[in-house]
């Protein structure tokens, strides 16, 4: 199972980035995906999350809402994260997780760096 989270890049405050969570070895559908960022010396901390196919649900924490979009591409077993009017204060790295209760499972992407310059 892999999930291979690319997107990142470097823009001024105001700009835009997509990141995206591929995956391969599971079928996202069936799992909550979310993105979380890290800042250096800081903890992880979640950004947005989607639900399952069944399920559904979309959260975005207070600190991205109306500037962060999270949404599915089925067919390319995709999840995205659309990035608008970015800050200074998004700079982190971020990760996708891809996690369901039953069976359990958890996996993890490898990063990819954000940095908002003002």
């Known amino acids: 199972v892999q999930l291979q989270a690319s997107g990142g890049g470097s823009v001024q405050s105001g700009g835009s980035l997509t990141l995206s969570c591929a995956a391969s070895?599971?079928?996202?559908?069936?799992?909550?995906v979310g993105w979380f960022c890290q800042a250096p010396g800081k903890e992880r901390e979640r950004v947005s999350c989607?639900?399952?196919?069944?399920?559904?649900?979309?959260v975005h924490e207070d600190s991205v809402k109306g500037r962060f979009t999270i949404s599915r591409d089925v067919a390319n077993n995709t999840v995205y994260l659309q990035m608008t009017n970015l800050k200074p204060e998004d700079t982190a790295t971020y990760y996708c997780?891809?996690?369901?209760?039953?069976?359990?499972?958890?996996?993890w992407g490898q990063g990819t760096l954000v940095t908002v310059s003002s």
């Open positions: 989607i639900g399952s196919i069944a399920d559904g649900r979309i």
């Open positions: 070895g599971i079928t996202l559908n069936y799992y909550a």
């Open positions: 997780n891809a996690n369901r209760w039953r069976p359990p499972y958890d996996f």
